[in-house]
């Protein structure tokens, strides 16, 4: 409702002004009112431009503000993909070493069963020997 009233308003004081305007051009002496309404006028003008420059700094600011949080926004996406990618490269190393391991353990078991049943025969030649060898 308000920008409605003050579309209203303006459109009558333009009116009113452009009446004056005529009269002035006469050569006609202004009453009291038609030099408040002049007044008006100018101070309604005056107002338009200072609210104007008003919208455009905060136009200036609102993009000022939306480039550093889209600077922002790409620094951070930049330092968690620089991360994921630390991230990434130690659980690859961490995964090798880990296959190492694997590897590792898997030969010591390997060697231990080999010794195991290096150990076995022995015993059972020994046992053979102490016990006289095998009865049929």
Same mark, same amino acid.
């Given at each position: 409702m308000g920008v409605v009233a003050e579309t209203l308003i303006s459109r009558v004081l333009d009116e009113a002004v452009n009446r004056i305007a005529r009269k002035v $051009? !006469?050569?006609k002496k202004l009453s009291d009112q038609e030099i408040v309404i002049l007044y &008006? +006028?100018?101070i309604m003008r005056s107002n338009e431009k200072r @609210? !104007? $420059? /008003?919208?455009?700094? @905060?136009?200036d600011l609102k993009e000022y503000v939306d480039k550093r949080i889209n600077d &922002? =926004?790409?620094y951070? +996406? =930049?330092? /968690? !993909?620089s991360l994921e990618k630390s991230v990434d490269k130690r659980f690859d190393s961490l995964e090798k070493r880990l296959d190492s391991l694997e590897r590792r353990v898997e030969l010591v078991y390997n060697e231990v069963s080999s010794i195991k049943t290096d150990i076995i025969k022995m015993m059972k030649e020994y046992m053979e020997r102490l016990y006289g060898g095998k009865k049929g």
């Open positions: $051009a !006469e050569g &008006l +006028d100018i @609210f !104007e $420059a /008003i919208n455009k700094r @905060f136009d &922002l =926004k790409d951070v +996406d =930049k330092r /968690i !993909e």
